[in-house]
């Protein structure tokens, strides 16, 4: 994993906005109407070339597909873990419904039932899980390498959706145990993690349900949800075993994009057992005015010595776009507490994690990233130049 050894390096969290043609064909993928397969894979593979470009020549340094071949960041793997099957008798509605923010903000919420999300099938394990996406991992991973070869970029990631996600939107039938299914997950998830090490990309575990959990279960206490939290953070660096973890990226976010948020668990709550994860470099929310504050967390922290941050410098919690100046002093913030070569610039979440979940609009997502390259470029020259920030 590249550091920023002369000047701030920049990156995102995965998800990007899809083409509208590239979305229809996932939406018929989805629903199993008919689908031209070769057209589809044609125009993946065009797209997915595009977004690589797109990246490149606005500056982004460590980039990926957009995660434009999944329908979402974690019901991908429904197609690629078996032992699964589609859940007539799931949950309906959002899981937002009965959260400690619905309890205390209904009417908002209520605009959660029709999320993107609502589109996407459960399923439920009725037999043993085992990994049989090959296939599929590897059209995302040569299409990938297709897209960025003779481009230079200082690195190129592969997002790919925790144990625990897994376990959160698929319903267990089978496993005599829910410590026992969550290990099964992790068991198979291996594969699809090592392959993309494999293949010579930085692997990201995107992993929002390690903090959204607290909010996701008002009956528990936060002792409750930091003993859960322990014990997935186990499961995942058993998935992680025989990875080095300098190539590995752990992504955090809350789950809500535009809410009042009130009830998002708080970093210094969650921090001690979040850098137990196997990874070199932790990306996270940082730039929202619910978790901005935290940078100064980092503060009492003792990090390893080779592990990298990647706060979140602009954020999708707003269409409001980001001054390069405000951009910048985020960065120098934590520049100060972790030291200029150990931060990475990149966004607090990605900007369509459910496919068609576009809350804000794609010009203004590249308006955004603008400004996280312009910022990242004039943290630079205060850092390694002359150039004063006014804080």
């Keep these: 994993m590249q550091r920023s050894t002369d000047r701030i390096l920049t990156t995102h969290a995965g998800s990007l906005p899809r083409p509208a043609d590239l979305l229809a064909m996932i939406y018929s993928r989805m629903n199993g109407e008919p689908l031209d397969e070769a057209a589809f894979q044609e125009r993946l593979r065009g797209a997915v070339k595009d977004i690589v ?28 873990l078996g032992g ?20 205390s903000f209904p009417d908002f919420y209520l605009k959660e039932t029709a999320h993107a999300a609502a589109k996407h099938r459960r399923m439920v394990c009725r037999g043993p899980i085992r990994y049989r996406g090959h296939a599929a991992l590897k059209t995302d991973l040569d299409n990938l390498k297709a897209a960025v070869a003779g481009h230079d970029v200082a690195d190129v990631f592969v997002p790919a ?8 939107w698929n319903r267990n039938q089978h496993y005599d ?13 291996r594969e699809e993690y090592r392959a993309i090490v494999a293949a010579g990309f930085l692997l990201q575990i995107d992993d929002p349900r390690l903090v959204t959990y607290y909010t996701l279960e008002p009956g528990l206490s936060l002792a409750d949800c930091r003993t859960w939290a322990a014990l997935h953070v186990e499961a995942l660096n058993f998935a992680l075993e025989g990875i080095p973890r300098e190539k590995v990226r752990h992504h955090t976010c809350y789950g809500i994009n535009m809410g009042p948020r009130i009830h998002d668990m708080e970093l210094k ?12 470099a932790f990306s996270f929310e940082a730039a929202n005015p619910r978790h901005e504050h935290e940078w100064q967390v980092w503060k009492d922290v003792k990090l390893p010595a080779d592990t990298i941050l990647i706060p979140g410098v602009i954020t999708q919690s707003t269409v409001l776009v980001e001054h390069p100046e405000l951009v910048a002093q985020r960065i120098l913030r934590f520049a100060e507490v972790a030291g200029r070569d150990r931060v990475i610039a990149g966004a607090d979440c990605g900007f369509a994690t459910f496919a068609g979940s576009n809350e804000v609009p794609e010009p203004v997502v590249w308006a955004k990233f603008e400004a996280l390259v312009k910022g990242a470029a004039i943290a630079s020259e205060h850092l390694w130049g002359r150039r004063k920030i006014a804080s």
């Design 177 to 189: 145990s829910d410590e026992a299914y969550l290990f099964a997950i992790a068991e198979a998830m």
């Design 84 to 103: 699964f099957e589609p859940d007539p008798d799931a949950p309906q509605g959002s899981p937002w419904a009965t959260s400690r923010e619905a309890r």
């Design 269 to 280: 709550d969650i921090i001690d057992i979040l850098l137990r994860v196997n990874a070199g």
């Design 161 to 168: 959706v925790s144990p625990s996600n897994v376990e959160e």
């Design 53 to 80: 470009r797109k990246q490149v020549d606005l500056g982004l340094d460590v980039v990926d597909d957009g995660e434009f071949g999944k329908p979402s960041f974690m019901t991908y793997v429904n197609e690629r």
